[in-house]
């Protein structure tokens, strides 16, 4: 459906947010969904996001597709911290309005 989270660090407020988006087809325009809402505070100097497809029969295998039906679509961010590799993640279930729901760190 087009729609996609999009997070992002804020400097000035040392916060870290995620908004979700849709692009509607027609107008080839982005609509705000959710609000951008923090997701932690404190300096970050990188946010990375991925998110689970939606199910294809053509481009899955049945494992992949069996993994999909059982625990839905999923979006993971990842947040850097000032010491090398360790970081923060954060994982979202996503309903069937595009928002994310059940959040875990």
Do not use: M, W
């Not at 899955?60 to 961010?77: D, P, W």
């Amino acid at each position: 459906d087009n729609a996609f989270t999009y997070t992002y660090h804020s400097g000035n407020e040392q916060l870290t947010k995620q908004a979700v988006l849709r692009l509607d087809p027609v107008s080839h325009k982005l609509v705000l969904l959710q609000k951008p809402a923090t997701i932690a505070s404190g300096f970050t100097p990188f946010v990375s996001t991925v998110s689970s497809v939606q199910q294809r029969a053509d481009l899955q295998t049945a494992e992949q597709q069996q993994l999909f039906h059982r625990h839905g679509h999923r979006v993971f961010s990842f947040l850097g911290s000032q010491r090398g590799a360790r970081g923060q993640g954060r994982i979202c279930g996503v309903g069937a309005d595009a928002l994310p729901f059940g959040c875990k760190d």
